[in-house]
């Protein structure tokens, strides 16, 4: 069946430091992959996505690319905030019955002044 | 715009009692869904709705019930709650759901069962 794969945390990292959370997945078809972003005591935020192979989706200085060869969708951003801290979850979502988004187990993020 | 809201934000509850956790969304989306967030394993869906008058189970649907009378609501019941129902629980919804469709979350049910 579907499901992704992502990096286990948890990471920290200094302010303006470089990210990058890997993210695989194994789905049958073409499926959207999506990045999330929940800060704590909230519920998830779409950060970013892409629907087709070589997609790059980005937002708010994080992007990831779509990458059908390697069924990978790795979150990077170049110089990460105090602001950025919050946990990441990596997702698929593949159009069949229910629509149903598999979600990556979540990375835990936190940036250091 | 309030998106999608939650109720109630956290709840004890003892084993055995019955609990039905709201949720509404104002996007007049077609498509909701309701996630438990458990430490460890993600989010994992345990009912959707395509449209209003249907619901299908997902991947953890046992102990837990849907219904989906209009287009706005969506409630989820525990029956007869038990401990390994603790959780957060997330309602979400997406416009037609569509595999390139966004699904928007609610901030959650922090449920514990005692």
């Known amino acids: 069946g579907d499901s992704v794969t992502q990096m286990e945390g948890p990471v920290t990292l200094s302010e303006e430091a470089f990210l990058t959370i890997n993210c695989t997945y194994t789905a049958t078809g073409y499926p959207s992959l999506f990045w999330y972003v929940q800060y704590p005591g909230e519920g998830l935020q779409l950060l970013l996505k892409?629907?087709?192979?070589?997609d790059k989706g980005s937002n708010k200085g994080f992007e990831a690319t779509y990458r059908k060869e390697t069924t990978s969708f790795h979150l990077e951003k170049g110089s990460v905030q105090v602001s950025d801290s919050a946990v990441y979850f990596c997702?698929?979502?593949?159009?069949?019955?229910?629509?149903?988004?598999?979600f990556g187990t979540g990375t835990s993020l936190t940036v250091i002044p | 715009i309030a998106g999608i809201t939650q109720a109630p934000t956290s709840q004890i509850l003892a084993a055995g009692r019955r609990m039905t956790l709201r949720c509404t969304q104002d996007?007049?989306?077609?498509?909701m869904y309701w996630y438990r967030q458990d430490l460890g394993l993600g989010l994992r869906l345990i009912h959707y709705s395509n449209t209003a008058g249907t619901t299908g189970k997902g991947e953890v649907p046992d102990g837990y019930s849907v219904s989906r009378a209009n287009t706005d609501d969506f409630p989820l019941t525990l029956a007869s709650a038990v401990p390994s129902q603790t959780s957060v629980y997330f309602c979400?919804?997406?416009?037609?759901?569509?595999?390139?469709?966004?699904?928007?979350f609610g901030p959650g049910t922090r449920l514990t069962v005692l």
């Open positions: 996007m007049r989306h077609n498509a």
């Open positions: 892409a629907t087709k192979a070589d």
């Open positions: 997702a698929l979502s593949d159009g069949g019955t229910g629509n149903q988004f598999y």
């Open positions: 979400a919804s997406s416009d037609q759901g569509a595999r390139t469709d966004t699904q928007y």
